[in-house]
């Protein structure tokens, strides 16, 4: 059973920084894609950043030159690094990806890890 496991949310001051881990555990071929999404109050949940295929990677708008998203091969684990955080980054944060699980993909998400940007 391929599961996700996300760590690394709490509260941050503006200007500050988190850095948000995704384990994939399990059996399983290979990781595909991978990617963060959140998801704020009273809103829809959007994709943030991702990682495709062979290394394409995509930031939405408002995220760009202050989020990374980063993956360790060797651990199954990927990473989003985010930097001069603002108060409208607030939101659950949940990672997703697409696994090859035998001769077929499957999309698998984490329990979510709530960000708070707050003075």
């Known amino acids: 059973q391929v599961q996700l496991v996300e760590s690394g949310g709490g509260l941050v001051q503006p200007g500050g920084s988190l850095r948000l881990s995704c384990a994939v555990t399990?059996?399983?071929?290979?990781?595909?894609?991978m990617g963060w999404h959140r998801q704020a109050p009273g809103k829809q949940r959007e994709s943030v950043a991702d990682?495709?295929?062979?290394?394409?990677?995509n930031y939405v708008d408002s995220v760009k030159g202050r989020f990374t998203i980063s993956r360790d091969n060797a651990n199954n684990t990927f990473y989003l690094q985010m930097n001069s955080l603002k108060p409208e980054d607030t939101a659950v944060y949940y990672c997703?990806?697409?696994?090859?699980?035998?001769?077929?993909?499957?999309?698998?998400w984490g329990q979510g890890t709530q960000v708070t940007v707050s003075s």
């Open positions: 399990g059996t399983f071929f290979s990781i595909y894609a």
């Open positions: 990682i495709v295929g062979g290394g394409r990677i």
């Open positions: 997703n990806a697409v696994v090859k699980v035998g001769p077929h993909q499957y999309n698998y």
